[in-house]
């Protein structure tokens, strides 16, 4: 199964649970709502930064895949 889908999942899902508690949960309805906007904006900061970290890793590898390709080419023009 793909990494991504995975965290993917795995978020989703804590996100599903943390709203339900919060539904759930025996607060005024501004209190809950508060809650929510807090956890949602947590998320997002999270899945940003999940997201950053992927892209960062990704275009490494993919620089150093280009300069290997470029150092391959350039050994073997010499011939």
């Known amino acids: 199964m793909n990494a991504s889908k995975v ?3 795995v978020l989703g899902g804590v996100a599903v649970g943390a709203v339900a508690g919060i539904l759930f949960a025996p607060a005024k309805g501004t ?6 906007m807090k956890k949602g ?9 999940k997201f ?3 892209y960062k890793t990704v275009s490494t590898k993919y620089d150093s895949v280009l300069d290997q390709a470029k150092e391959f080419a350039g050994d073997h023009q010499e011939i």
């Open 52 to 54: 950053e970290d992927v």
């Open 7 to 9: 965290l993917m999942g």
């Open 31 to 36: 209190k809950t709502r508060k809650r929510i």
């Open 41 to 49: 904006n947590n998320l997002k900061k999270d899945m940003k930064n």
